[in-house]
Every structure is written in structure tokens, then in C-alpha cells.
């Protein structure tokens, strides 16, 4: 069986107001959540890797630097050096599962030196030669990509499995290590934006940006209206949020994780 546990790799902070429309006109703050699951046979996978060291090299200079001005970024210690204190070199990390490219979710790429990163084609390429200013706009800092990114990626493409009907209204994923693991498209928040359900300890699915809080997925409640600037697409994105939101009521056993969930950060996330 799979074991999985959930680690905070720093956070960001803004308006409260712009990720939920009945949320209040105060700073909050925003975790990075990434997970870490052990594979009987393919050993340690992460999905994401939030912010390391790299992303505070990397928005040093203009225009990449108006990134950490807009949305301020703390970390106490990157996934690599919590990992370590926990036993698990950075060596022993075979895969990354990358939920879409934005800088939060990928910035310890080059910490894994030698893990194979799986992503969608279409988040691929979305950010293939992209301007200065065009990546910066899509929250994307090139450099955070290790120089050999390509020689060890895996590209998704094809819905190809069937899901299990207790994950209804989702009908389709890619299956992943033995059909152990799907990875499923949320389309809205960025091109190529995946999620990935499996079986731990218990049914997990983390859906990456599909929604900042457990209640949005809950409750329904979508963010404010100047948030579709930064997203893929508002149509899509409504209409993944109320599938999530579906599917928690069809099946309450599911852990549903959204990567930036402050609640499940402070009742589940290992963080020092
Ligand atoms: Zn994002």
C-alpha cells in the first residue's frame, strides 16, 4: 500500500477577499503545501515541491523580483531540508509529479537531483519560449527548471483509464506506477493542471489550484472575480470547482487536498 504524508515547503500572503468571495478584506496567509508519497515498488514520488531557496535566487533581479513584491513569500526550511530531517535524502526522490508550472509549486525542482518529472503536455506547453515578461505574467520563472529538465521528463497526454465511479462526476485519468495512482485534469486554473488521486492510509485526492480552501470545494464558494485575471479559464474553472464540490458529496470518505488550504496545512501539513 501507499503511504502518503503532506509537508509545507513556505507561503505567500494576500487578500483574503480574492480567493473567496465572503472572505474578509485582511492578509492571510497562503501555505505551499507538496505531498510525499512512498511506492512499494517505485519509491518516493512528490506531487509539487512549493518554494526552496531557488525561488528567492531567482526573483532577485527585474522583472522576475515584481513577482515576490506582489505576492511576499516566507520559508523556514525548503521540502529537501525537511525531507532530510526526516531520514529521506533528496537522492531518493524518483519522481515529480508537477500539478501545472507556476513558481509555487515547482521551485524545488533542482533540489531532487535525481527525479524524473511527470507532467501534461499542455502544461508543457505553456510555457515553452515564453518572454521575460510573458512568464512572469503566468507566474512562471524559467530558471527554476534544472538545465537537464527535459532528459527526465515524462510527458502525460492521453485520459486513458477509466476511474474508479466512486471519484463521479470525474469519468476519465491517467493511469500512473501500476494503476496505483491517476493523474486527472482540472482544467481553469493554468493549461495542463493536474491533479492525482490514490489510496493511502486513506482516499486521497490533491487537486493542486483547483480552489484555494476546502470550503470553496465544500461550500461552493468561488473566488472574487479579479482572480480569473491569473486563471486559465473561468468557465473551466467554475465547472472544475463544482465537479470537487460534487464529488465531496457524493463521497466523504475522499481527503480532497487543495495545495494552498491553510486548515488542512495546520491539522495535516509537517512543517519546521
Ligand atoms: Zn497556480
Redesign the pocket.
Known amino acids: 500500500m501507499l503511504s502518503f504524508r503532506l509537508f509545507q515547503a513556505g507561503f505567500c500572503s494576500h487578500c483574503q477577499r480574492m480567493t473567496l468571495i465572503d472572505g474578509e478584506f485582511k492578509k492571510h496567509l497562503y501555505p505551499a503545501l507538496c505531498a510525499l508519497i512512498n511506492h512499494p515498488k517505485y519509491g518516493y514520488i512528490l506531487y509539487d515541491t512549493g518554494y526552496s531557496e531557488q525561488f528567492f535566487k531567482q526573483t532577485r533581479q527585474f522583472p522576475f523580483s515584481l513577482y515576490n513584491r506582489i505576492t511576499p513569500v516566507s520559508l523556514n526550511q525548503s521540502l529537501k531540508l525537511q525531507l532530510l530531517q526526516k531520514g529521506i535524502e533528496a537522492q531518493e526522490i524518483n519522481y515529480i509529479i508537477i ?2 508550472f ?1 513558481s ?2 515547482i521551485s524545488g525542482l533542482k533540489d531532487f537531483p535525481n527525479a524524473r518529472f511527470i507532467c501534461h503536455k499542455d502544461a508543457l506547453l505553456s510555457i515553452d519560449r515564453l518572454s521575460p515578461i510573458k512568464a512572469l505574467l503566468k ?1 512562471f520563472l524559467p530558471k527554476l527548471l534544472p538545465d537537464d529538465f527535459y532528459d527526465r521528463l515524462i510527458v502525460l497526454d492521453e485520459e486513458n483509464s477509466s476511474l474508479p465511479k466512486k471519484l463521479r462526476p470525474f469519468k476519465k485519468g491517467i493511469s500512473l506506477f501500476d494503476e496505483s495512482l491517476f493523474a486527472i485534469l482540472l482544467p481553469g ?2 493549461k495542463g ?1 493536474i491533479g492525482i488521486y490514490f489510496k493511502a492510509q486513506q482516499d486521497i485526492f490533491l487537486v ?2 483547483s480552489c484555494w480552501h476546502s470550503k470553496s470545494y465544500q461550500e461552493l464558494i468561488l473566488p472574487s472575480r479579479i482572480t480569473y485575471l ?1 486563471h486559465d479559464n473561468k468557465k473551466a474553472y467554475i465547472d472544475t470547482l463544482s465537479k470537487l464540490n460534487q464529488l465531496h458529496h457524493s463521497n466523504k470518505q475522499l481527503f480532497i487536498i487543495p ?1 494552498h488550504c491553510d486548515s488542512i496545512a495546520s491539522t495535516h501539513a509537517e512543517h519546521l
Open positions: 500539478s501545472h507556476h509555487d509549486h507566474g486554473h493554468a493542471h493542486g489550484d491569473i495545495s
